[in-house]
């Protein structure tokens, strides 16, 4: 996962999280709620399809449970950073309004978790509502994020709930994000002090109300139309997040597309505003970046672009032997093991296989953490025991397995350091033939992702894998490893899908490198 996706990711468990709280809790599907509210800034035809067509909606299905999951618990942590309070029912919609009601007149005011109010046809539950400093009868706001810094949608989350509030008679002093403090560093017990940044955003969520009443019966009045309202897709598919309903709404875009040109997407949402649709259709003289030109000569001629003297340079650089390398990690919000920190990549799995000379036989090593310990030191143990002391290390997307994984394990594990250093100064990345386009298949769509290019190069795919992504490996292996009540047979069957899926990886690696030998001798 890029350093983008990463991002997008902790976002989409926010908002996976909301979603799944509302549709437990609101089953009035026209009420606006602050997930609907913020579906409506991002989609007009989001807000309208979730409140009138929910069920057309697709749950994020293979994750869903897993990321509700870490909202759960990452919002249990947060009340114990204002003990004392009061939780409220939170699946019973009118209970919980009626609660709410009694706690916030209660002659003692304490924290209200799940705090939820009704005003109109607004639906707001704040995380936590806690007695404020500014005055008898005044409520701090505080929302509580998976994420790691402050988003923009954040601050309309939170200007929805204030306003809300305020419709329905309550005084709110101040408001806070509290999110996950990225620099927190686990030694024992979670340090909930350390574990959250509070941030006060009072001022920056004020900036914001002056719209809020508009924009909230502009959604309602989206809400109300007889029909959906017509909106194309466009770069708002993907902002802030990935919407669910892109399977359907992108659905007519066929192989070869202009959403498939490389890079920012302007370009290429104006095109298909102008009715150009695929890429061969695209205007001779119209002005592309060279990566561009690429795709747009391999979409006229159905053929592959080959650089070949710049893959000729490559093979010939690479140093036997060769040992490729892959790893599958998990990353948690709440870190597992001491000296982690939340979202930090731990390897739980490695695959090598090492070639020592063109086209030789391979080796195959294999490392797998089968139980719930902290696995890096015998994840490093293990690596460092089956990659030499000389030849190139082969990596597919050299940031991920030397920044985000090997180079974080360097402080807890200062005995490995230099061997560390020595495996990444040997790393050679296959990525870099394929993200710089010395080669590039019209198949791949865009994308230079491993599981794109071993199919045209390789003729082999993950389609039939019964593991055949890094989340699903993620989801999987923390579900048998650390869940409870898991049958031996199915942990059993995870493990050896993910033994498979993880050498795959490096497989493909060695296929995909030897096709790239095979076209310099033509
Ligand atoms: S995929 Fe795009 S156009 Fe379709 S509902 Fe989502 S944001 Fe709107």
Redesign the pocket.
């Given at each position: 996962m890029d350093d983008e996706n990463f991002e997008s990711q902790k976002l989409k468990n926010d908002a996976v999280y909301d979603f799944v709280r509302d549709r437990k809790v609101v089953k009035d599907p026209k009420v606006l709620t602050k997930s609907k509210f913020l579906n409506g800034l991002?989609?007009p035809?989001?807000l309208w399809?979730r409140c009138n067509a929910p069920e057309a909606i697709p749950l994020p299905s293979d994750r869903l449970q897993q990321v509700f999951d870490v909202g759960h618990k990452v919002g249990e942590l947060a009340m114990t950073r204002f003990p004392g309070g009061a939780r409220i029912q939170e699946d019973d919609f009118l209970r919980n309004i009626e609660e709410t009601k009694t706690l916030l007149a209660a002659a003692n005011p304490k924290p209200i978790y799940e705090a939820g109010v009704m005003a109109g046809r607004l639906f707001s539950r704040a995380d936590i509502l806690v007695p404020s400093s500014l005055g008898i009868g005044y409520w701090d706001i505080v929302e509580v994020k998976c994420g790691t810094d402050l988003k923009d949608v954040y601050l309309q989350d939170i200007a929805f709930q204030r306003y809300c509030y305020e419709l329905a008679g309550l005084k709110i002093g101040r408001c806070f994000l509290m999110h996950i403090n990225s620099d927190y560093v686990r030694d024992g017990d979670i340090d909930v002090q350390e574990f959250f940044a509070l941030v006060d955003v009072t001022d920056k969520v004020a900036l914001l109300s002056g719209e809020i009443k508009k924009t909230i019966d502009g959604f309602l009045a989206i809400v109300d139309m007889p029909t959906c309202p017509g909106?194309s897709?466009g770069k708002?598919?993907n902002k802030p997040y990935e919407?669910q309903?892109?399977l359907s709404?992108?659905a007519f875009l066929p192989p070869g597309n202009v959403l498939e040109l490389r890079g920012n997407k302007d370009k290429a949402f104006q095109m298909l505003d102008q009715g150009i649709v695929l890429l061969k259709d695209i205007p001779k003289n119209a002005k592309l970046s060279d990566t561009r030109a690429i795709q747009y000569q391999c979409a006229l001629a159905g053929k592959p672009h080959v650089d070949l003297p710049a893959i000729v340079a490559f093979v010939k650089g690479m140093k036997y032997p060769l040992y490729f390398i892959d790893f599958e990690t998990i990353f948690e919000a709440i870190p597992r093991f001491n000296g982690t920190s939340p979202y930090q990549q731990i390897p739980i799995q490695f695959s090598v296989h090492v070639q020592e000379i063109p086209g030789g036989e391979l080796k195959h090593y294999s490392f797998l953490q089968k139980s719930p310990a902290d696995p890096r030191k015998d994840f490093l143990d293990s690596l460092c025991a089956c990659t030499g002391i000389q030849g190139n290390v082969v990596v597919y997307n050299r940031t991920f397995e030397e920044s985000h994984v090997l180079n974080k394990m360097k402080d807890s594990f200062p005995e490995y350091e230099s061997r560390i250093a020595d495996i990444c100064s040997r790393m050679a990345d296959l990525l870099d033939v394929f993200r710089s386009f010395l080669y590039y298949h019209p198949d791949q769509r865009g994308s230079a992702s491993i599981k794109k290019v071993l199919p045209v190069l390789g003729g082999k795919s993950y389609k039939d894998m019964a593991i055949s992504d890094g989340g699903q490996a993620t989801t999987e292996y923390s579900r048998v490893t650390y869940g409870d009540q898991v049958d031996p047979a199915d942990r059993q069957k995870v493990y050896t899908d993910l033994e498979d899926y993880c050498a795959l990886d490096t497989i493909a690696m060695v296929d995909i490198l030897a096709a790239l030998e095979a076209l310099q001798k033509g």
């Open positions: 991002q989609c035809k989001l399809m909106i897709i708002h598919c919407c309903m892109k709404c992108w």
